[in-house]
T-cell receptor, first 113, second 112 residues
Framework: GNSVTQMEGPVTLSEEAFLTINCTYT??????LFWYVQYPGEGLQLLLKATKADDKGSNKGFEATYRKETTSFHLEKGSVQVSDSAVYFC????????????FGGGTRVLVKP | SAVISQKPSRDICQRGTSLTIQCQVD?????MFWYRQQPGQSLTLIAT?????????ESGFVIDKFPISRPNLTFSTLTVSNMSPEDSSIYLC?????????FGPGTRLTVT
């Protein structure tokens, strides 16, 4: 079956630091890959996505590249802000599995001023 | 895009009782999903609810415990039956469109 593994948190950073959250996946088909973000007290929001190999998703200064050869979709941001403090979830959806989302365990990121 | 609302936003319930959560979407969608997010955990899919057919439950979830209705293309309900403290979670409704999957704000359930 499909699965997503992401680095455990919490990750604590200073403002303007570089952020990387590792995500690897296992899928039987050709999945689409997503990063969702959950800000404190808010609902789940799509941050970025990539639908095929070598695609790069980007939004709000965050980037992630779909690497089929390493089955990875690592999230990066060059200079984090306090407002980036949130829980980040890597996820995949597989058309063969009815487009159901499979989530990683989530990584809590805390950015300190 | 799709805008999803859920009712109630939160509730505190006694063990042994049942709670029905409503999910309303502002557009017609074929595929709706119900997820559970236990405290400090990731999201786990409970079931897929497509209009006109019985809900499909994931391993570990059964219809007697989590009955689902899907009367039309914009609405669904999830009932958490015979609740125990272990059911304390955030329950999220989600819909799938061509471009992405959207999530409701969630219903925070506490069972005492």
């Amino acid at each position: 079956g499909n699965s997503v593994t992401q680095m455990e948190g919490p990750v604590t950073l200073s403002e303007e630091a570089f952020l990387t959250i590792n995500c690897t996946y296992t899928a039987t088909g050709y999945p689409s890959l997503f990063w969702y973000v959950q800000y404190p007290g808010e609902g789940l929001q799509l941050l970025l996505k990539a639908t095929k190999a070598d695609d790069k998703g980007s939004n709000k200064g965050f980037e992630a590249t779909y690497r089929k050869e390493t089955t990875s979709f690592h999230l990066e941001k060059g200079s984090v802000q306090v407002s980036d403090s949130a829980v980040y979830f890597c996820a995949l959806s597989d058309l063969a599995a009815g487009n159901k989302l499979t989530f990683g365990g989530g990584t809590r990121v805390l950015v300190k001023p | 895009s799709a805008v999803i609302s859920q009712k109630p936003s939160r509730d505190i319930c006694q063990r042994g009782t049942s709670l029905t959560i409503q999910c309303q979407v502002d557009s017609q969608v074929t595929m709706m999903f119900w997820y559970r997010q236990q405290p400090g955990q990731s999201l786990t899919l409970i079931a897929t609810a497509n209009q006109g057919s019985e809900a499909t439950y994931e391993s570990g979830f059964v219809i007697d415990k989590f009955p689902i209705s899907r009367p039309n293309l914009t609405f669904s309900t999830l009932t958490v039956s015979n609740m125990s403290p272990e059911d304390s979670s955030i329950y999220l409704c989600s819909v799938s469109t061509v471009d992405e999957q959207y999530f409701g704000p969630g219903t925070r359930l506490t069972v005492t």
